[in-house]
């Protein structure tokens, strides 16, 4: 369970507008998707090579503060739909194609380039991989610990669709679940009139789950552009036999197990995240 004590050392106050993370001055700005408006940051290193992160089921923006901090590359941060500061959608409208409509849409009106890379972790991995399918422009992506099969389920989501009068009842209740990575889901809170509430899309997280679930074998094999997987050898969403089968099966792979990590290795050996991915970007 988290002691209250690391749950505001690791509460992250997010705002609309321009924000600091990590002593780096952020940008937060909106653009369109269709009907719904979504966020993202940027760390305004204009000029620099891009970098495009897409974050995890239940995460959002921040998620990637240590690849927002670089001043050698310009990185944006999405916001996913219903994450974050974005909309949320119905409940039919989040399935794979929606989140790479969402991605496309970014592309076209802000990144306006010819050459970029995608950092994926989890769901955000999927939408990368599906993405580079049909848009040669993105040259080299980085998967953090996701796989070509995908079988989670995450009913519980359902039962924190509401808001909770003090964190501490919020706390009380990811502790029910036995959560391995509560931390993440506590950066994700935010604090309303009515309480204490999650920024993600809590009732809908199981159709989002239910629409990831599969087998992506055919869509990964179809993009040819470098890929670095990133796999934390103690994950509970995919195997270490899993994770060294898609080197061996997909053409210019390359996969690296972290010994110590679990699905979030970014939180987990942000150290050895950043040395692995700077390596295969230079």
Not at 7 to 30: A, D, L, P, V
Not at 94 to 116: C, L, P, S
Request: aromatic share 12%.
């Amino acid at each position: 369970m988290v002691s209250l004590y690391d749950t505001f050392k690791c509460y992250n106050h997010s705002i609309k507008g321009n924000k600091i993370i990590g002593g780096t001055f952020m940008k937060r700005h909106y653009f369109q998707s269709e009907t719904l408006t979504l966020s993202y940051l940027d760390n305004e290193q204009v000029g620099k090579p891009i970098i495009v992160c897409l974050h995890g089921l239940f995460g959002s923006a921040t998620y990637f503060s240590t690849l927002l901090n670089l001043k050698e590359f310009h990185v944006f941060s999405l916001d996913q739909r219903g994450h974050g500061f974005s909309d949320h959608a119905s409940s039919q409208a989040y399935t794979i194609q929606h989140f790479v409509q969402d991605f496309y849409a970014f592309y076209k009106q802000v990144v306006k380039t010819q050459e970029f890379v995608v950092v994926g972790h989890s769901l955000g991995g999927i939408v990368a991989y599906h993405a580079a399918a049909v848009c040669p422009d993105i040259k080299k992506i980085i998967l953090e610990d996701i796989g070509a099969i995908e079988k989670d389920d995450c009913s519980f989501a359902a039962e924190l669709d509401r808001s909770f009068l003090t964190l501490q009842q919020l706390n009380d209740k990811l502790a029910q679940f036995h959560l391995k990575d509560s931390v993440y889901f506590l950066e994700r809170t935010t604090q309303k009139e009515e309480g204490w509430c999650f920024q993600f899309d809590a009732k809908h997280a199981q159709k989002i789950q239910h629409n990831l679930n599969g087998n992506h074998w055919e869509t990964l094999l179809k993009s040819s552009c470098p890929i670095l997987l990133l796999h934390g050898k103690k994950s509970w969403v995919i195997s270490n036999e899993h994770a060294l089968e898609i080197e061996k099966k997909r053409p210019h792979t390359k996969t690296i197990v972290l010994e110590e990590a679990t699905h979030t290795i970014n939180l987990d050996a942000p150290n050895l995240y950043l040395q692995h991915i700077l390596a295969f970007l230079k």
